[in-house]
């Protein structure tokens, strides 16, 4: 399937859009901030199963006539297991106990499975050991695409990168989205999708820049991204379908993680075509930085 679509005409909007995206994600995250779930901020964590499937709603209006305001309730595996996450309470050793009576006073035939407590400080230690993942991947990711590449095609590879993370936290911080350890995990999925659809577009563009001749840099860009377009949305539609499922069927307890990743996928498609290209474009990349260098004493070899 043949293309023909000129991206680079449209992409001073595209930079546009992504920098109002970017700044609102920004501005955000700074008042929002984002809504840490428990793995994060800390607290109780009790798994029961019940003799027969249970109304959620009913497990949280329990919850709310008996004084607590900051939980999840979830199913976890079948329709009779659930799994209730109550936010730290200080000098409250006995949450889990507590909670557990409340669940057994309602349904007798009701069987703990476990209680856990996640403590503030393991909370904030994943937060920033997560923080650091990414940034970590980051910089390796860098130093890969300049090794593998040129510098002007990992700095558009980071700032890619860069643009789709912020923009993923910025909307859980805009829309007060649980943030917990799966959409972490969501965030450094993304980072390897895009980093995939970023390398195919760059490697194409290379090639190309080596060899077409006589044709402006915005035409090998455009060139480059619709000769890969096929396979880029069918790679992207494919996994779509895959999170979606996940997102509608997979159960609360992995929302999250789903949405992130949805969210990941279509802005990563995005970035891959028009950041990366208008940082490319922007840094005047052309076929002299693409030129392949002759081997040192090369001019000798020829010689009789």
Same mark, same amino acid.
């Given at each position: 399937m043949d293309f023909n679509i000129p991206f680079m005409k449209y992409r001073k909007i595209a930079a546009y859009a992504s920098l109002a995206l970017f700044v609102i994600s920004v501005v955000s995250l700074s008042f929002r901030g984002l809504s840490l779930g428990l793995d994060f901020s800390g607290g109780t964590l009790v798994e029961v199963t019940y003799e027969d499937s249970v109304n959620l709603e009913e497990v949280?209006?329990? &919850? %709310?006539?008996?004084?607590?305001d900051?939980?999840?309730?979830?199913?976890?595996?079948?329709?009779?297991?659930?799994?209730i996450k109550i936010a730290d309470q200080p000098g409250n050793s006995q949450l889990g106990d507590e909670v557990f009576a409340l669940v057994q006073a309602n349904d007798p035939d009701t069987e703990l499975k476990r209680v856990e407590f996640?403590?503030?400080q393991i909370g904030s230690e994943l937060r920033d050991q997560g923080g650091l993942g990414m940034l970590v991947a980051l910089?390796? +990711?860098?130093?890969?695409?300049?090794?593998?590449?040129?510098?002007?095609f990992a700095l558009g590879a980071v700032t890619a990168l860069a643009h789709d993370v912020i923009i993923i936290l910025g909307l859980f911080s805009?829309?007060?989205?649980?943030?917990d350890l799966t959409v972490m995990a969501a965030l450094l999925a993304v980072i390897g999708y895009?980093?995939?659809? %970023? +390398?195919?577009?760059s490697d194409r563009i290379r090639e190309n820049f080596r060899s077409q001749r006589g044709i402006e840099s915005i035409e090998v860009v455009d060139l480059s991204i619709n000769q890969m377009l096929a396979r880029t949305l069918i790679t992207s539609l494919t996994t779509l379908l895959v999170l979606l499922a996940l997102y509608? &069927?997979?159960?609360? &307890? +992995?929302?999250?993680?789903?949405l992130a990743l949805i969210i990941g996928v279509i802005i990563g498609t995005y970035s891959s075509i028009y950041v990366v290209a208008n940082m490319l474009i922007m840094f005047a990349i052309n076929q002299e930085d693409m030129a392949i260098p002759e081997p040192e004493g090369a001019e000798f070899d020829d010689m009789p």
């Open positions: 949280r209006g329990m &919850l %709310t006539n008996n004084g607590f900051d939980y999840q309730v979830v199913n976890f595996g079948s329709d009779r297991d659930v799994l996640v403590g503030p910089a390796m +990711i860098l130093l890969y695409v300049a090794f593998r590449f040129q510098y002007k805009l829309f007060a989205w649980d943030f895009s980093l995939n659809d %970023t +390398i195919v577009v509608f &069927l997979g159960g609360e &307890l +992995i929302r999250g993680f789903a």
